[in-house]
């Protein structure tokens, strides 16, 4: 089954406590993305990379770091995570990207609480 | 500026009857425009995205979109509400400057039996 897959679901951390949110994709998807949704804000762009070893920034980068060693995988790292990171999170992919005019998938979501 | 808009925070409406989630939308170039709906504890599912051709996009579980070129707008419509549809839509465009999805703020769609 085609799928994008987050891990941890659901995760209740303190301040200051690195933590890693995984994606991975299994449609051998080109673009991959990351999201946080927010109340009254929509979705809002984290990073996002258009291959292997090409990132790039995107609306709310500040205090994320990302990396794409392979093609199926693209880890959200919260190097210092702090309360106003709490949210829920997107992982996304599409075959070429989204001007392509191809489907974006989405994963099921990474609820994330720090306190 | 690339954006869209969903004018209501909520929409309710009875079970069998027709239900319309509003979107307008202002963009560069030529628009690609998704649906996508979130039920509780669930991801972002696809519904249907309109890139070129007929205005009237159908698309997963009855439901269809309109896209109006002149009143920039891309409306979700469904000709009889199920309680089973009641969840978060959200309408989104491509930013034709950067490789990304512009999302609106969300409807709740609330379907009473």
């Known amino acids: 089954e085609a799928q994008v897959t987050q891990n941890p679901r659901y995760l209740i951390t303190v301040t200051g406590k690195k933590l890693t949110v995984t994606c991975s994709q299994n449609?051998?998807?080109?673009?991959m993305s990351w999201y946080r949704q927010d109340p009254g804000l929509g979705l809002r762009q984290i990073y996002y990379s258009m291959n292997v070893e090409v990132t790039d920034k995107g609306d709310v980068p500040e205090g994320y770091k990302v990396s794409r060693k392979e093609k199926r995988n693209f880890p959200l790292i919260l190097e210092s995570p702090s309360p106003n990171q709490t949210s829920l999170y997107f992982c996304a992919s599409c075959l070429k990207g989204p001007n392509s005019g191809n489907t974006i998938y989405f994963g099921e979501g990474s609820w994330l609480t720090v306190v | 500026a690339q954006s869209v808009a969903q004018p209501e925070d909520q929409v309710n409406v009875a079970e069998g009857n027709p239900l319309t989630v509003k979107c307008t939308y202002s963009v560069s170039g030529n628009p690609y425009l998704f649906w996508y709906v979130q039920y509780p504890n669930r991801g972002l599912q696809f519904l249907l995205k309109?890139?070129?051709?007929?205005?009237l996009v159908k698309g997963s579980y009855g439901f269809e979109a309109e896209f109006n070129k002149s009143q920039t707008s891309f409306h979700l419509k469904k000709p009889s509400a199920l309680v089973s549809d009641s969840a978060l839509y959200f309408c989104?465009?491509?930013?034709?400057?950067?490789?990304?999805?512009?999302f609106g703020t969300g409807t709740r769609l609330l379907v009473s039996p």
């Open positions: 309109y890139i070129t051709g007929d205005n």
């Open positions: 989104a465009v491509r930013h034709t400057g950067f490789q990304k999805l512009v």
């Open positions: 449609m051998n998807h080109e673009y």
